[in-house]
Structure formats: structure tokens, C-alpha cells
């Protein structure tokens, strides 16, 4: 059954870094609170039988909501500024979220936690952005009035874990 190596890498992972208590529920899918505050759903996607990261990086700005928008459009179409994951634009709750899926045929749990790290790393930079953007800063090539259809990159810090392990709460 597809869903079955979904279900034993997280219950592996799980193991690996103590967490007791995961739950996966029918549809495939859990939520994991990173250091207190950053949600990653993971969902397993039974068509193409890959998992999905998603999580959310930070509320869209009022002042310069449309320029922020337009640029993380574009990002999609960079793969240097992307890393190869899609950013998005959650209406509901008037956040941006990145997301990131991959295929489960060859992955095991070395895998997984190297692509898990690559999110986290990912999640963490684009925060960092959305910060400055809710402060009004605009993104690089952007200007308030929506011009700049150049398609720059703005350059970003390599974030890694450094050592430093992140803390883990298991939700729904």
C-alpha cells in the first residue's frame, strides 16, 4: 500500500528524534510545531504516491501587498531563489506559504531527514524576507506602484541547522 512508506519514515523519524505520540490520520496526513511555532503539514499525496511539505511564512503586508505577491510569483520560476519548492498565497488567512513535494519510491529515512532539514532551512529564510516586507521593505526589482517585471533574485544567507536540532510538537 502507498501510504505505508509515508507512514513508517514518520514513525521512523518519530523514533529518531523522540516524539512520542504521532499521530498520522486516514487521509494521510500530520502536523509537526517546529521550535514553538512553525507548523509543517505533511500530507501524503496518494496519486503520485509522494509526500508534501507545507508551511506558512508570514502574513502578506497591507501596504505592499500586491509587489510582494508579484515577486513571490515570480520566485517560482527561479529555481536558484526557489530551491525548487512553490511559494503560494494561502486567501484564508492572508499568509504566504511554501510548499515542497517529492516523490516516495526511492526515499527512506536518511532522505527524509535531509530534504526535512532543506524545508526547515527554506521555511526559516523566507520568514526572514516576510519580516522585512511587513516592514515595508520592498522585494528586490519591486517597486509600490507594481512595476518591475525584471526577474532578479535577491540574495539570501545559506541558514543550516549548525548543529542545533530543532524542538518538536506534535499537532493536528
Known sequence: MPIDTFTNILHEFASRINLSGLQIDSSGYCCLDVDQGTLIHLKHENK??????????????????????????????NPEESKGMTLSYNAESNNAAIGYQFPLRFMNIDKFEEFFRMFLDEVDRWKQKMVLYTQGTLPKDEDASGGGNAGGTASSSDLTFQGKMPEFIIGA
Open 48 to 77: 503520485r504516491d509522494s509526500m508534501i511539505f507545507i508551511a506558512e511564512i508570514g502574513q502578506i503586508p497591507e501596504t505592499n501587498a500586491g509587489s510582494v505577491l508579484r515577486y513571490l510569483l515570480r520566485m517560482n520560476n
